[in-house]
Every structure is written in C-alpha cells, then in structure tokens.
C-alpha cells in the first residue's frame, strides 16, 4: 500500500500491530474482519485474509447468494485457502500502488512467499469474471496446501466434484448458484466436496490457480496468457486512479477509498453497495446483523458529492442514471424507498439464515433487508441533494424529470411531519427525528436553489413557506433549553451524531452560537477523543434492540469536518490524522470501531470511505488557503 503521513503512520502501527505480524495456522477461525482486503471487478467482490484464505464471495453478483462464507461460519460457510508451510511465519499485505492487486507475503527463516489475488479487468473489453491467484517462491523451497471448499447458496445447496488433473467442475444442486470450475497449473485432486492440491515450488517458481465460470467444453484458460491479464488489470486500475484531481495532502488514503469506491459500484448498473459483506456484526455475539449488499439512496448524495470532487465523471452520470430511473418508481410507503437492489429491484424481502453460526456466533445472520419497507422521510432531501449536485455539475435535468421531482416534492409537502424510522433505520417504532425534519427541509430549499438557477416553472410560494415552516419547526421543536442543544427527535433528550449534518447541510451557520453549544453537547455525550458514537444505546435504546455497539466511523468524520468549517482547523486536522490510524493495514475502514479499537460491521463500507473523502478534500482546501470563507 502507499505510505500515509509519518502521524497516520506512527498511529496505525500502534493499533494494527498485524501489519506486520505473526498469521496463525488455524485453518478452521475466524479472522479479525480487519485481517482482511478485497478484490473485485464491478461485478463481484471477494474477501482475502492475511492467512492466504478467501473466506467470502458472493457470486456472480454483489447480491447473489455466496459460494464462500467462511467468515459466517467456519465449519459450514466455505473457503479457498492456499497456505504455504512455513514455521514461524510473519505476514504482510499490501496493494500494489494504485491498484486493486492484493499481495499476501509469507516471511520465514526457511523460505519466503508470495501470493497475489485479482479479479481481472480489461481496459478495451469484457474480461471473464474470475477470481486469479497466484503464488510465487521468492527465496528457498516451500510446500503448499491448498483446499478449494465451496458452499453454495448461503451454504445451503449441495454439490458435485468433477475433477480432471489440472481442473476441477464444481455444479450445485439446483438452480440458485451457477456451475464453478477452478483450473490450476498443478494437479487436483478432490476429498468429498473439496479440490485439493499439495505442490512444492523454488525460489523462482510460481503456480496459478483460476476461479470463475465454466469455460466452454475443451476451452482452457489461457495459462500462458496470465501475465497479460495481470498487466492489463495493473494498468486498468492505474489509469482510472490517475484521473483523481485530488493532489493534496493525505492522497494515499484518499486514492485508497476511491479505488475500494470504484469496487462497489456496479458495471452494469452504476449503483453504488453500501458494503459486499452480510451480517457482520455491530457488537460481538449480538443480534445487530444487517444486510448491506443494496443501494441505499441515502448514501448518494455523499456519493455524488465524492466522484463529482475526485473528477470520476463517467461514474457520477452513470449513477445520476440510475437515480433517475427510481423518480419514477413509486414504493410502498411513499414516492421514494430506503434502499433498492442494485439493478432498482424494490422488494428485498428479508429472511435469517438459522443454520450459519454467525461471526463470533453473532446470531441471527440475515439476508436482504426489512428496512425497505421503513419510511424514512430524509432519504427526500439526499435526492433533491443529489439532483441539484447533477444538475449544478452535468447536464440540465429534463422537463420529464422536473415533472417527477414536483411531483414528489408535493407529496412530501403533505408528510413531512410525520413520524418515520430515521435515518439509523430503527426498529423501536416512529418518532419526529430531527434528521428527517432537516433533509424534509433539504428537498425544498435545493428544489427552490435549481428552479432558480435553471429557469425552471415552479410553485414558488408553496415551497418557501414548507421550507421556512420546516425551518421554524427545527428551531421550536428540536431545540432544547436544558442542554442548549438540538435533540434527536421531538419531546426527547437524547443526542445523536446525525446532528453533525447540519451545518454540513448548510441549515445552520458552523460559527452561530446555537451550534458552538450543540458541539459542546455531542462532545460532552457521544465523543471519545476522534471517535463518536451515533447515539446512546441505554437504558433505553431508540433502535429496540437489545446490546449495544461501536463508534460510527462516518459519525467521526463529519464530526472533524464541522470542527474544520468552524475554524478550529488544528484540533481537525489532529483528530483526523489519528482517525487515519483506525483503519487496517490497507487503509480500508468497516462500519464501526468497536471498544479496543476492533472493526465491526459490514467490511468495507462505501459511507465510511465518502465521508473520509467529503473531510479531506474540505480540509485539505482549507488548510491550503483555497477557502476563503467559514460559510460554504
């Protein structure tokens, strides 16, 4: 991976002492989930451990069952793990530079080794949808384990081995998962549901094993060509990273998340994932297990707002496509829904996988996502946000689409006081949540912004007296005396990290005293140095779920970008340099940071990594004397 600053540097080797540390032989544990990195190619992502282990791989799709799910369950989820055997071995893991090439090296006074993981992409063509792994001997001779163990549909269908010497045909039970093969440049052979291969190799030698799509009868992969493809892949991810305009401090992070970015947004689609994992865990054995394999609209603005800032042109307009094509497609609860399936699928029913163990026994595991049926008011103001941010950067939105959004928009002017599950996605029943009141008042005033800006006919009046009635309400209603602060939901004391979002919104003034208190409030209650929480789970969660659980890193990033807006640039720059050193060994953040600093959550997550860039760019502009103003 790329070196962070000598402070990143200095903090992320005191919390992360696996970045170059002793792997285990325990070929049956789980793993830490921030032991892990990933590869892709816009279609599917798989999980890599430092042991050599893909212990996750939903295919041939983000949201398709897994066929590795090792990080669910150990016994029965499944894995594809190549082990060198070496005693005593250290471990490290890196990208190469401005890639998605993952490389595990094995140290050991007897030999060291190499294996390099990918997911092959072609700049001027369609590359088959495989997973290539490689190992290498750089020094001395090492023997090699290797056991290809799939576990199709969620482990739930049974399979055939079919083996012939230097491939393997791996054909579930019915039609759920499609056939696999696994070609190899050494022999296989198969024990039960299993290819295994054991082989030695010298310094110099290297073996290649393919995992993908049945080839066509008598077509193999082309072994002599693996190079080539490995070159090509280099210089796709190359040349996509070099496009960033962003050159300021902090690149390598920042490159890092646009590069993990660009794995979750789909070839097909130009949706955006909030994560390629299900059901890992908020909180160690509890029950806080969500399914994030889904687009939430929520996250497109932040979106929108990252690959606008980067230059990622064609990413930004092939999702504003995809926002587009749900105007249109009216929910159950409301115009608009939560979340969609990456293709703009609605019903993502909800189901628990009770024969998967869970991570660290973390029960139930769920797939889909019941939060789809949820009425949540401020996903409104995330899309008008977005479409004022497509329209202020690309092309002028059509008469068509102006219609729909004024056809939203008069929909929200008669529900935007009702009680919803907010943007936490509770599951403790409705409240009038101060988040939701604040975008409600987004969608009109970025209505009023682009009907002014681009001509466009508009009921005028009839927005600025929601949005001013809107506005008025915040400051009456969700204000509160005792703790000069504003309140997570209406009648209510409690404190919640959303708030953060305000002067990020441009509702209020990052300098205006009602704000400096409400600061002093989130501090008081929900922060640990760089680290904040979004809420407090007791005594009596708002979520109605039992436990509790971590910091919430995308909290912690708006929370150092407010301080930087208000002018307190050194305490920013400070806590966001020690916030660098929260993530893994490459650079790659899950949803939460749980009390000894341990990832938890869906790993990685698109919110977190949008919200690093939303800082550092804003951060970096101002630190540099390009910002001029503390109101933006």
Known sequence: MEQPGPLARDIRELFH????????????????????????????IALVGINGSIDFLCYPSFDSPSVFAALLDDEKGGRFQIQPQLKEKRVRQLYLPDTNILL???????????????????????????????????????EFKVRCQPRFNYAMSGHTVNVQDRYAILSPAGDACPPLALYSTVALRQESQDVTAEFRLRAGENATFIFGGVRAQGE???????????????????????KSK?????????????????????????????????????????????????????????????????????????????????????????????????????????????????????????????????????????????????????????????????????????NWQRPDEGIWEVRGGPREFLHSRLMCWVAFDRALRLAQKRSLSAPFDAWLRTRDAIREDIL???????????????????????????????F??????????????????????????????????????????????????????????????????LLFEKLLGYANHLGLYSEEIGPSGQHLGNFPQAFTHLALISTATYLDRVLSGKDDSVWR
């Open 476 to 506: 009456t209603n969700f204000w509160n005396d005792d703790l000069q602060s504003f309140v997570q939901s209406k009648g209510t004391k409690d404190l919640d990290a959303s708030v953060l979002l305000m002067p990020l919104m441009r």
């Open 220 to 242: 193999q992969p082309e072994m002599e060509f693996i190079e080539r493809r490995f070159e090509e892949t280099a210089r796709f991810w190359k040349g996509w990273i070099a």
């Open 17 to 44: 002492p696996l970045r170059e540390g002793r792997e285990t032989d325990k070929p049956m544990s789980f793993e830490p989930i921030e032991n892990y990195g990933v590869i892709g190619n816009m279609r599917s």
């Open 104 to 142: 595990t090296r094995f140290l050991a006074a007897e030999g060291v080794a190499e294996l390099t993981d990918y997911m092959p992409i072609g700049s001027d063509g369609e590359q088959p949808n495989e997973i290539i792994r490689t190992v290498a001997v750089i020094r001395g001779e090492v």
């Open 246 to 414: 962003y050159k300021g401090r902090w690149r390598e992070m920042v490159n890092r998340s646009a590069l993990m970015l660009k794995l979750l947004i789909s070839r097909e689609h130009g949706s955006l994932i909030a994560a390629p994992t299900f059901s890992l865990p908020e909180q160690i054995g509890g029950v806080r297990n969500w399914d994030y394999r889904f687009t939430w609209l929520r996250d497109a603005t932040f979106t929108l707002y990252a690959l606008i800032r980067l230059g990622f042109v064609e990413e930004a307009e092939a999702f504003i496509d995809w926002l587009k094509g749900r105007l249109s497609d009216d929910a159950e609860r409301g115009p608009l829904q939560v979340m969609y399936g990456i293709d703009g699928r609605q019903k993502l029913d909800e189901l628990t996988l009770d024969h998967l163990q869970g991570y660290e026994h973390s029960r139930p595991v769920r797939i889909g996502n019941a939060a789809y049926q949820q009425l949540q008011l401020d996903i409104y103001g995330e899309m008008m946000d977005s479409i004022y941010l497509a329209n202020k950067y690309g092309d002028a939105i059509s008469n068509a689409g102006w219609q729909e959004v004024q056809r939203i928009l008069e929909w929200l002017s008669k």
């Open 508 to 573: 209020i003034s990052p300098v205006d005293p009602m704000w400096h208190s409400t600061m002093k409030a989130v501090e008081a209650h929900l922060v640990e140095d760089t680290l904040v929480r979004r809420y407090e789970t007791q005594p009596t969660p708002v979520d109605g779920l039992p436990g509790s659980e971590g910091s919430f890193t995308a909290c912690s990033f708006w929370y150092i970008e407010c301080l930087a807006r208000g002018g307190e640039l050194q305490k920013a720059q």
